[in-house]
């Protein structure tokens, strides 16, 4: 019974987690990006290095696209590989949205402590 429970926890952990990776993609491509130039595949694998899960390919390069389309991030070819770049316009997004961190993290606790 007890590992029931304990495996049941893992795994709304873990769609917690995948949800909010989904939700919040293009926010965590932009912080990855302000790290420095990687490619899409790297983006995978650096959420499954961090998250513990692969996202799909679609999410993540049609997210890259729309960021790149909105003058977010640049793309150009490296070889064989598409890099991507944030640029001036990414960086004022970034950093909005992390003034905004506090009051997302307060509704989130709040969400999970019950409260309104």
Same mark, same amino acid.
């Given at each position: 019974m007890m590992k029931t429970?304990?495996?049941d926890k893992r795994g709304l952990l873990l769609q917690i987690r995948k949800r909010t990776v989904k939700n919040f993609m293009d926010f965590l491509i932009l @912080?990855? &990006? +302000?790290?420095? =130039?990687? @490619?899409?595949?790297?983006i995978i694998t650096i959420i499954f290095d961090n998250f513990g899960f692969l996202p799909s390919s679609g999410s993540v390069y049609s997210t890259l696209y729309a960021l790149? +389309?909105?003058?977010l991030i640049r793309g150009f070819w490296c070889r064989k590989k598409r890099i991507y770049i944030l640029t001036e316009e990414g960086e004022k997004a970034i950093? =909005? =949205?992390?003034?905004? &961190?506090s009051i997302i993290e307060n509704t989130i606790l709040n969400i999970f402590k019950g409260e309104n």
């Open positions: 429970i304990h495996t @912080s990855i &990006l +302000r790290k420095g =130039a990687v @490619s899409g595949y790297d790149e +389309r909105k003058g950093e =909005a =949205a992390s003034a905004s &961190l």
